[in-house]
T-cell receptor, first 113, second 112 residues
Framework: KAGVTQTPRYLIKTRGQQVTLSCSPI?????VSWYQQTPGQGLQFLFEYFSETQRNKGNFPGRFSGRQFSNSRSEMNVSTLELGDSALYLC????????????FGQGTRLTVV | GESVGLHLPTLSVQEGDNSIINCAYSNSASDYFIWYKQESGKGPQFIID?????DKRQGQRVTVLLNKTVKHLSLQIAATQPGDSAVYFC???????????FGAGTQVVVTP
């Protein structure tokens, strides 16, 4: 059974640019959550999608957005990149029930210069 | 709001000994808890979970204990091995889809 796949693994972008990250969940999983991991703030929740609908959202500015497709694949977009957006972005896949096991991908390492 | 903390940033343990990693949470409504292991350059790996209607759950070489009275969670690793060296996170949720609050992480270093 394939795990959670995130692409690309590494990205380098310039301040002011935008970026799109992709996450393919485990087959049969309908929920995708996104997290930002930094040394200073740890793992912070961005948002969660289930059946193409955002069900939950963290405390990030509107520059961070996401969407989910009918095949459960999800993308997150960050516009007008800032240096502080440099982080490991992780997505987690689950069946979508409350309190369900969540499995993470390897993450996308974004560096903003 | 909810906060999650870990008691020790680094835990050094001798190979073969048992490890105990602790986690405190503040929201008494928290009802589902997961321990993750993260190795360098990788995403968090699911280790074991426990729901609020349980006090203890065992897996392979791991045991999670939940004390709801004092809002405390622990992960015990039996016979710690070099491959157990990693950062361990507790994750807590309060009946909220996909939204986990993570602890800061404990770095476990296994020495020979």
């Amino acid at each position: 059974k394939a795990g959670v796949t995130q692409t690309p693994r590494y990205l380098i972008k310039t301040r002011g640019q935008q970026v799109t990250l992709s996450c393919s969940p485990i087959s049969g999983h309908r929920s995708v959550s996104w997290y930002q991991q930094t040394p200073g703030q740890g793992l912070q929740f961005l948002f969660e999608y289930f059946s193409e609908t955002q069900r939950n959202k963290g405390n990030f500015p509107g520059r961070f957005s996401g969407r989910q497709f009918s095949n459960s694949r999800s993308e997150m977009n960050v516009s007008t990149l800032e240096l502080g957006d440099s982080a490991l972005y992780l997505c987690a896949s689950s069946k979508g029930t409350v309190g369900g096991e969540a499995f993470f991908g390897q993450g996308t390492r974004l560096t903003v210069v | 709001g909810e906060s999650v903390g870990l008691h020790l940033p680094t835990l050094s343990v001798q190979e073969g000994d048992n490890s105990i990693i602790n986690c405190a949470y503040s929201n008494s409504a928290s009802d589902y808890f997961i321990w993750y292991k993260q190795e360098s350059g990788k995403g968090p790996q699911f280790i074991i979970d426990i729901r609020s209607n349980m006090d203890k759950r065992q897996g392979q070489r791991v045991t999670v204990l939940l004390n709801k009275t004092v809002k405390h969670l622990s992960l015990q690793i039996a016979a710690t091995q070099p491959g157990d060296s990693a950062v361990y996170f507790c994750a807590v949720t309060t009946d909220s889809w996909g939204k986990f609050q993570f602890g800061a992480g404990t770095q476990v270093v296994v020495t020979p």
